[in-house]
């Protein structure tokens, strides 16, 4: 077993969440944790697959698990919180549905299911906080956090039924994780509300309202920026918050931050490898926070 | 005015047991009525029949009301229902179980785009292997609702300037095999 | 269409655990499979080698015996008895040429009525694949 | 087997249609009829009711039947029942076998073919296996006429003072300082609301001064030994630094300790006042006698405190602060066991929010907060102390949902009435009842239901999804919102309170598990004690002697509780006044002249029931001391340990009669 996690990034890694995958990368480079990415994996078949033909979404899923055995990963990393709960339920109903295994087994030729069910499919965040943790993370401090208060927004699919990232309700390891790095977070009731994922292109002002119910509270709990571990959620209260302050009156500029960003940042990465100049949101602010001048001990409120 | 009353001519138990058959759509007759699930839900304040009342239909076999709802396109798979179920029904499961019927018998509500949507999103996955996000959202688009556009232009230029929108069109290299395996099939 | 295999089982449930458990799947009209027939003991520590050998020799496909759980004994330790003569059963049909699966021992409490479906509907597929018993003359010699 | 010619009868039942309708009653009838040694076979409608055992009496006398088969139900049920018809037909009751084709054939088989097949093999199995049996005399162990009470709540008081009203010496061991249990907690009482304390502290009080009881709190029980009538029970006493015998109760000592602010956690108030390290769990205590809580006093952490209780006590020398434990060896015939519940805790679901905002309760905690006696003199005033102007009651946290427990807590639905009615008198708030279903199936429990929706409390139907502090609406600034569908409007709502109280469910106690190996009782899945018959023995265990009292066999009301609490003494009381129990003849004797003198016998018995003769180099059992098991006779190598009722031989024929044409 090669010491290696097979990275699977996932379309939108490779789209509008392009700064998860470049922030990831510098962040587990400098913990000495080599993401190698799945030769020429597939897309997960997300949550539109499974609404129209079972098999072949558990199929998508599963052949993605075999490369990662074929090159013999024990632990594929899925950034994506659909990713990695499609692969994750993919594994789950080959498990409990038998009938089900055989013919995904059947179409991919090869592939034995106890093998496809032993890969651990693993989320980023669940990573670092159980493969290295918040100690080693506040050992290894380069900067000072001078930022502001910091929302964590967990996200639906990452903490759900098939998902061991943490805890199904009330998550807390983006928060020990963040506060491990000095980033003051505050208690933000709607962390593992929905963001409504593709319903902001499809059924649009749907979308937006709960996307602004997010910011809002976010903003009531005194929270400067939102942290999220997700590339759609990050993309829809990003790329949307022009459209919700026009339509709220509300001054919300909020970056929505990748926790990888920050917490590549405050272990030292190259700022410019850490995809800050992508955000639409907020510009200012990341701006300031993220400058390279380093302060000298600085306390929080 | 609008006359309510439904006959059990019009119901369809069968069906009901059937669907109760499927992965993921098990213990559905030991659904309590409690509601938790709506309460949790995210998006039931936008639907015409709440995700409890939907079970409520299925369980009774009201087929053509339950596949026909928007209820079960807007459900956005956040999973919250399953998690509280007191009595651990895959409510999300049921709902996708639902959306493959409704699709085959194309009872969705017309240019309705979330189906449009899952439908262009399977098309781009089988040929290519890999979805692009840009594609995708012009042609569900195209297909259900072009007025979408107008509104997608600024944040697609947002996207643009900071390099997250990608004109490449992705496609793995062993598409040959995949897209053998996912010859589209029957549909339960 | 071909008869199919109807196997037998003779099956030895303890008097408070297993029994009981039985009982219970009776009055929750829990439905399985009617091919084994109990014999009741009152500790499954009572099980004498001789009666697993003598129900295989007289016909039985499998032999299910049904003890308390491990530290729920009614008389403290019988079903370790039981486990240890287990093991040497298990052995003793190894040599003579019986499969394994055809003796089972299973722990159940007298609250777990439908493991008891569980574990008869199982055995019973697990012998319609295997088949009936061919009997050694090891086995009609010893019972 | 003896000499005489075997004369069977066999009987099979129709329970009914219990059995009828899937097993074909006459064919089987017909069938025994046909077997070998049966003179007479008969098929009716009920064998247990007393036309059917009349039969039996009768067909003995004309016939002349020498032995019986039952076809019918399981023996758990019914063996007792037509043994003693045997007896009174005027034939040994052992003559007898039963065949349980009830829950083994009709209510677990579908294919009426199969089921009626498999009730003549067992049939055959017994009437093949009776035909060796031979009569057997019941033998009789004395009741010791003291009994053990374990748990002091409202249960345990209830069958204590009972059994020693009626003139039996009890010991009463309780594991808290204090006798009362949950009760002791509570305000008041549904649906009646007289006050819980009026009807308790009396019975509490009678406890301490009754001259036949033996009160021991801050107790447990370590050891068990022994069998029904003779049981040997080790007692440990924990220390309470206070002699209970040379304390008057002036609670002086209290006042004096070194500490002037209580500063730890009150249990008894859940932790929403503070004590003392000496300290007394309520005022209506029994006994009337402080404790020192080891784990806080500055004398036993430090051993540098002026001790200024003990100066306080004075000439008494009541206290003691070099007490050790005490173990106690009793002896009693019988026990009930009265350990009652613990609460569910509420922080097992986080989305209820408790232990994350402060103004969420669980209901017992309200309890304390309504009563007179409790941490705010019964104001109802929450942790931020300001006084709820609305409050939302969510039932059913931890009950009726297979995340946590599946069982309905039974008593829930009808305190959380009470609550929400004395929240209203207490403090005029808004009120709302969450709830999946209201159940309120007692004397009264329904009229009480109507009185609270006269006083309009809200009753909402629908699960609480979550309790949270997000504002969408201004007017939920600052206070904490219900997320629900109120599935009778049909639709989500949100709803601002002050304060949420949690109607958290009943569990089995995080001890039971201790408590069932020590008593050897069984457990239902749930946890809670399994009675002998979930009809026709709601208060006995499958343990000879050892009955069961209040919440620990399930969830009860207090009505309920004392109900099954009297039962259970009078089942006990029973043996003690009949004097003796007759014991089961199915023990091991040896046969002399097989035996080799192995012993192997003796490592198989855990009780010691098997002695070795070294003058005749012969193993020999202890018929009293044997409880049957048989373990013994499966492992004698040479055949000569044999079994009253599960002889070799008869259980052989058992088994060929099952496989006879397999």
Request: hydrophobic share 40%.
């Amino acid at each position: 077993m090669s010491g290696a996690y097979g990275y699977f990034p996932g379309c939108s890694l490779k789209g509008a969440g392009v700064a998860y995958e470049e922030s990831l990368l510098a962040l587990f480079r400098l913990l000495g944790l080599p993401l190698a990415e799945l030769e020429d994996w597939n897309c997960c078949g997300a949550t539109s697959y499974m609404s129209i033909d079972e098999r072949s979404a558990i199929l998508l899923s599963s052949r993605n698990l075999l490369l990662a055995h074929k090159a013999g990963y024990r632990d594929v990393v899925a950034p994506c919180s659909a990713c990695y709960l499609v692969l994750r339920k993919a594994q789950d109903y080959m498990e409990r549905y038998p009938r089900i295994g055989k013919e995904v087994h059947a179409a991919l030729g090869d592939g034995d299911l106890k093998v496809l069910n032993a890969i651990r499919v693993r989320h980023p965040l669940e990573v670092l906080y159980t493969d290295v943790g918040p100690g080693r993370i506040r050992q290894s401090l380069v900067r000072q956090w001078h930022g502001g208060r910091v929302a964590c927004y967990y996200g639906c699919q990452m903490v759900r039924p098939y998902a061991e990232a943490d805890r199904a309700h009330d998550p807390m390891r983006m928060d020990e994780l963040l506060r491990a790095a000095g980033v003051p977070t505050v208690d933000y009731s709607l962390k593992t509300k929905c963001c409504g994922g593709s319903l902001t292109g499809t059924t649009h002002e749907v979308g937006v309202r709960l996307n602004y119910a997010l910011l809002r509270e976010a903003a009531r709990k005194g929270a400067d920026a939102i942290a999220t571990v997700c590339p759609l959620c990050q993309y829809n209260l990003d790329a949307y918050q022009r459209e919700i302050r026009r339509a709220s009156h509300e001054p919300f500029d909020m970056p929505i931050l990748y926790f990888s960003q920050i917490l590549g940042w405050a272990l030292g990465a190259d700022t410019g490898a850490l995809g800050l100049r992508r955000a639409i949101s907020g510009r200012k602010t990341v701006q300031q926070w993220f400058s390279e001048r380093r302060v000298e001990k600085e306390a929080y409120a | 005015m609008q006359r309510k009353l439904k006959f059990q001519s019009e119901a369809d138990p069968e069906w009901a047991r059937r669907v109760s058959d499927r992965p993921g759509c098990e213990g559905l007759f030991s659904c309590l009525q409690c509601g938790a699930c709506s309460g949790t839900c995210p998006l039931s304040i936008y639907m015409d029949f709440s995700p409890r009342r939907i079970i409520a239909l299925v369980r009774e076999g009201f087929r053509a009301d339950a596949l026909s709802s928007k209820t079960i396109w807007l459900c956005a798979s956040c999973y919250s229902c399953t998690v509280h179920c007191p009595r651990q029904i895959h409510i999300t499961d049921v709902m996708y179980s639902l959306k493959r019927e409704a699709i085959g018998y194309r009872l969705y509500p017309a240019r309705f785009p979330v189906p449009v949507l899952a439908q262009e999103f399977c098309k781009l996955v089988r040929r290519r292997g890999r979805s692009s996000e840009f594609w995708l959202v012009l042609r569900m688009a195209l297909r259900s609702n072009p007025f979408i556009l107008f509104k997608m232009a600024r944040t697609g230029w947002d996207l643009a300037r900071t390099g997250r929108l990608s004109l490449r069109r992705e496609r793995i290299k062993d598409m040959d095999s995949l897209s053998h395996h996912l010859a589209p099939r029957e549909v339960a | 269409m071909p008869e199919e295999f109807e196997p037998k089982i003779v099956a030895f449930f303890c008097n408070w655990c297993t029994y009981l458990a039985a009982d219970l799947a009776g009055t929750s009209r829990i439905k399985y499979a009617p091919n084994a027939e109990v014999v009741r003991v009152m500790c499954s520590g009572r099980v004498d080698v001789q009666f697993v050998l003598k129900a295989f020799a007289k016909g039985a496909d499998g032999v299910l015996i049904g003890g308390c759980h491990p530290g729920d004994c009614h008389y403290q330790e019988g079903n370790y008895k039981a486990l240890r003569r287990y093991r040497l059963l298990q052995r003793l049909l190894r040599q003579m040429g019986i499969e394994e699966e055809r003796l089972r021992l299973e722990w159940i409490s007298a609250a777990e009525g439908d493991r008891v479906r569980v574990v008869i509907d199982e055995m019973v597929e697990t012998l319609r694949r295997l088949g009936p018993l061919h009997k050694s003359e090891a086995l009609m010699e010893v019972a | 087997m003896p000499e005489r010619i075997v004369r069977i009868g066999v009987y099979t039942c129709h329970c009914g249609s219990n059995i009828a309708a899937t097993v074909d009653v006459k064919a089987v009838a017909e069938f025994a009829a046909t077997l070998p040694n049966v003179v007479l076979s008969r098929d009716y409608k009920y064998m247990c009711s007393d036309p059917g055992q009349d039969l039996i009496r009768q067909d003995i006398r004309s016939h002349a039947l020498n032995r019986i088969v039952v076809a019918s139900c399981s023996p758990h049920l019914h063996e007792h029942t037509f043994r003693t018809a045997l007896k009174v037909g005027g034939l040994n009751p052992f003559y007898f076998h039963m065949v349980n084709i009830r829950e083994q054939a009709s209510w677990v088989h579908e294919n009426r073919v199969q089921a009626t097949r498999k009730a003549k093999d067992l049939v055959r199995a017994a009437v093949r296996r009776v035909a060796f049996h031979e009569p057997l005399k019941r033998g009789r162990v004395a009741i010791h006429p003291d009994v053990l009470v374990l748990g002091g709540g409202i249960a345990g008081i209830h069958a204590a003072l009972t059994l020693a009203n009626a003139g039996k010496h009890v010991y009463l061991v309780e594991k808290e300082p204090t006798i009362g249990g949950h009760m002791a907690k509570f305000d008041k009482t549904f649906p009646t609301l007289d006050c819980a304390a009026c009807i308790l502290t009396p019975k509490m009080s009678a406890v301490r001064s009754h001259p036949n009881i033996t009160l021991w709190t801050y107790s447990e029980v370590v050891k068990v030994d022994g069998y029904v009538g003779n049981y040997k029970v080790k007692v440990l006493r924990h220390p309470r630094y206070i002699d209970e015998d040379l304390c008057a109760g002036c609670l002086d000592c209290l006042e004096a300790c070194v500490y002037k602010q209580a500063k730890v956690p009150d249990a008894f108030n859940l932790g929403l006042s503070k004590r003392r390290p000496i300290y007394i769990p309520f005022p209506q205590a029994v006994p009337q006698v402080p404790v020192i809580d080891p784990e806080t006093c500055i004398q036993f952490k430090s051993g540098k405190c002026k001790t200024t209780c003990v100066d306080a006590c004075g000439e008494r020398h009541a206290i003691n602060l070099h007490a050790e434990p005490q173990a106690h060896e009793i002896e009693v015939g019988t026990v009930i066991l009265a350990t009652g519940f613990q609460t569910f805790d509420a922080a097992r679901v986080p989305y209820y929010g408790y232990g994350r905002y402060g103004n969420v309760y669980t209901a017992l905690e309200v309890e304390r907060l309504v009563n007179a006696s409790g941490p705010t003199a019964g104001q109802v005033v929450m942790r931020d102390g300001r006084t709820p102007q609305t409050v939302g009651i969510v039932h059913c946290v931890g009950s009726r949902d297979e995340n946590t427990h599946r069982w309905c807590s039974r008593v829930c639905c009808m305190y959380s009435l009470k609550l929400a009615h004395l929240i209203k008198e207490h403090t005029g708030a808004e009120v709302f009842d969450f709830y999946i279903d209201i159940r309120t199936p007692g004397k009264g429990f329904e009229e009480f239901y109507q009185k609270l929706l006269n006083e309009r409390v809200h009753f909402v139907r629908g699960r609480v999804a979550e309790v949270t502090d997000w504002v969408l609406d201004p007017s939920e600034e600052g206070r904490l919102v219900i997320r629900v569908e109120d599935t009778l409007a049909g639709f989500v709502r949100r709803i601002p309170v002050d304060m949420v109280v949690l109607a958290t469910g009943l569990e089995p106690r995080a001890d039971a598990p201790e408590i069932r190996r020590l008593f050897n009782i069984s457990c239902a899945g749930e946890g809670f004690f399994l009675e002998r018959h979930p009809k026709l023995a709601p208060v006995n265990t499958f343990t000879d002697g050892v009955f069961l009292a209040g919440c620990c066999q399930s969830p009860k009301d207090i009505p309920d509780t004392v109900a099954q609490a009297g039962a259970a003494a009078a089942e006990a009381l029973a043996l003690i006044d009949a004097g003796y129990i007759e014991t089961e003849p199915n023990t091991a004797h040896v046969e002399e002249s097989l035996c080799c003198g192995c012993k192997t016998c003796m490592s198989m018995c855990p009780y010691h029931a098997v002695s070795f003769l070294p003058e005749i180099y012969k193993s020999r059992v202890n018929e009293v001391l044997c409880k049957g098991c048989g373990t013994c006779v499966a492992a004698c190598p040479s055949g000569a340990m044999r079994q009253n009722l599960f002889e070799d031989d008869e259980i052989f024929a058992e088994i060929e009669g099952i496989l006879t044409n397999a």
